[in-house]
Nanobody, 122 residues
Framework: QVQLVESGGGLVQAGGSLRLSCAAS????????GGWYRQAPGKQRELVATITSTGTTNYADSVKGRFTISRDNANNAVVLQMNSLKPEDTAAYYC????????????????WGQGTQVTVSS
C-alpha cells in the first residue's frame, strides 16, 4: 500500500543545514495538507511546521526564521529546509500528510512517515 517516504536526515554540525523531503511512494499521489513533526528522546512528539494545500505555513516558535517548509512540485513532495541547526534540534523527524490523487484529488487518508533521524553536534 502507498506510504510516505522520508529522506535527508543525517548528522550535521551546529550551524549547518539539512533538507528533508517527504513524498508518497507512488507518484500518482501527492500531499494535500502536510507537515513535519519531531520527537526527541524522552519527549513528546511536537509540531515543527505545517503547510496547507494553498501554501499557508505555520511554524513552531523554536524554528521560526531557521526552518522553511515548502513544496517541491516536480516531485510532489513536501520539503523542510533546516538552516542554522542547533543541538536541540536533534530528534527523529516525522512527515505527516493527507494523501490525495494528483488527478481528481481523491483522498486516501492521513499518513505518517517512518521517521528520519536528525542529529546536530555541538
Amino acid at each position: 500500500q502507498v506510504q510516505l517516504v522520508e529522506s535527508g536526515g543525517g548528522l550535521v554540525q551546529a550551524g549547518g543545514s539539512l533538507r528533508l523531503s517527504c513524498a508518497a511512494s507512488r507518484s500518482i499521489f501527492t500531499i494535500n495538507d502536510g507537515g513535519w513533526y519531531r520527537q526527541a528522546p524522552g519527549k513528546q512528539r511536537e509540531l515543527v511546521a505545517t503547510i496547507t494545500s494553498t501554501g499557508t505555513t505555520n511554524y513552531a516558535d523554536s524554528v521560526k526564521g531557521r526552518f522553511t517548509i515548502s513544496r517541491d512540485n516536480a516531485n510532489n513532495a513536501v520539503v523542510l529546509q533546516m538552516n542554522s541547526l542547533k543541538p536541540e534540534d536533534t530528534a527523529a523527524y516525522y512527515c505527516n500528510g493527507e494523501l490525495v490523487s494528483i488527478i481528481g484529488r481523491f483522498v486516501l487518508g492521513d499518513y505518517w512517515g517512518q521517521g528520519t533521524q536528525v542529529t546536530v553536534s555541538s
